[in-house]
Structure formats: structure tokens, C-alpha cells
């Protein structure tokens, strides 16, 4: 005679195993693509001094942007990106330290103020008043090289590495005189919170 207690029993273990198989299968499936997933950016200290090497990768730079400015074209944000750290590497500044100071001058490539889009100047050198705009450049690549060489000299005695481009670097003496971001303040410009915006972004940029 068939027990029917029984038949429930073995049917509600068959249950059991199947669906303990279904959550073993998923978790394989989590673990295999968390193998071939990339490692998430980790945050990094931010940096006192304008010489150095900048930690942000490519694509950080990139996010930051159109993050913060959502219309702004890709691939114009990619480009800048690529200019500031292949510019920055050549005469040993970080990139990441230019690259924040240039969201802060351009309000993350709004511009919006004296300084318009199409005069490649990505902060603000010789913009002064209505009379006085500032600095234009021939291209993207000119005036970011411009605004690395600005800064290398505020930071560092050594000679520029690449031709001179910037034609305000001649005014900044001494050479050297503002090796820390903290120092642009009252030199770079005359807002005495200068420094910190900048380092504040960096902070935005690595969390």
C-alpha cells in the first residue's frame, strides 16, 4: 500500500535539493563575474604639492567631468583628459592637481564668464576685466600645455621640459616660489581660498 506521508517527504527533499542547486548555481555565476569584473578605484590621499604624479586613471578624469557636467560631449571630455595628463607627465607636474584646478577655473568646462570656449584657455591667464579677457590659443592642446607650463613655474625651478607656449611665464618670479597647491592662494590669484577649492576638488575627484 502507498504511503502518501512518504511521497510528501520525498517530494518536499527533491524540493529542498533543487533549490539549494539554484542558489549554489548563482553564487558561482556572482564569483565567476566578480573574477572578470575590474577592481573598483580605490580613494587616494590628496596630494600638497603641484609636482608629482597624479593617481586619478584616464577614465576617472572622464567621469568627474561629465559627471559634473552632463552636457558637455564625450568626446571633448575624453580629449581634455588625455591633453592634461599627457601634458602634465612631460614637465613632471601632476595631472591630477592641473586637471582640478582647470574645473575650478571653467566651472568643469562651462566657462560661462570672461573666458569663452573657443579661446583654449582652460585657466583664466591674463583674464582680468571686461578690457582684458585673457590668453587665447590656437587649439585644445596649446592652451593646455600653456596652463601646465604656468604652473610648473609656480611650483618648480626646473627649466620647461617642452617648447615655451605660455606667454605669461616669464612673469612669475621666482621660479619655484609656490611649490604647494596651499600657496597658489594669494599668488595665483588673489582669493585667499584659493588653495583650498582646488584641494577640495581633488578630494571630489578621489572619493
Known sequence: MNNPIRHV?????????????????????ATAVSRHAPPPEKPVPVPERIMGTGAA??????????????????EYARAIAHLYQEEAAAEGVNA???????CVETGFLRFGGLVTP???????????????RGNSFLDARTGVR??????????????????LVDPRYRYVTPKGKAPLIVALAGSWASDPQYGNKILNMLSRLYS
Open 96 to 102: 591630477d592637481v592641473a586637471f582640478s584646478q582647470m
Open 9 to 29: 517527504r520525498m517530494g518536499a527533499s527533491a524540493l529542498a535539493f533543487i533549490v539549494l542547486g539554484f542558489f549554489l548555481l548563482l553564487s558561482s555565476c
Open 118 to 132: 573657443d579661446m583654449n584657455n582652460f585657466c583664466g591667464l591674463g583674464s582680468i576685466g571686461p578690457g582684458q
Open 57 to 74: 586613471s584616464h577614465e576617472r578624469l572622464v567621469r568627474f567631468l561629465l559627471s559634473n557636467n552632463p552636457g558637455l560631449d564625450g
Open 146 to 163: 600653456a596652463h601646465v607650463q604656468h604652473l610648473k613655474a609656480y611650483a618648480s625651478a626646473e627649466p620647461l621640459a617642452l617648447p
